[in-house]
């Protein structure tokens, strides 16, 4: 009975890890490259790192 609890449990705890991790997949990647793509139309080039493009430059004065 022991054996059976704990294979539950491993089982409960597995899935709960994979389903975390596909939901924090399925949140960042697609905000990540909402936010790239946004950029990309607003100045014209498509940049990962937002704070080091030109129009930051110009805003923020960095």
Same mark, same amino acid.
């Given at each position: 009975m022991k054996?059976?609890?704990m294979s539950v449990l491993e089982l409960f705890t597995a899935t709960l890890l994979?389903? !975390?991790a596909t939901a924090a997949f399925i949140v960042t990647v697609p905000f990540h490259l909402v936010i790239s793509l946004l950029f990309?139309? =607003?100045t014209?080039? =498509?940049t990962w790192n937002i704070?080091? !493009?030109d129009t930051m430059r110009k =805003?923020?004065?960095k």
């Amino acid at each position: 009975m022991k054996h059976f609890i704990m294979s539950v449990l491993e089982l409960f705890t597995a899935t709960l890890l994979f389903l !975390s991790a596909t939901a924090a997949f399925i949140v960042t990647v697609p905000f990540h490259l909402v936010i790239s793509l946004l950029f990309w139309v =607003l100045t014209g080039e =498509l940049t990962w790192n937002i704070d080091k !493009s030109d129009t930051m430059r110009k =805003l923020y004065g960095k």
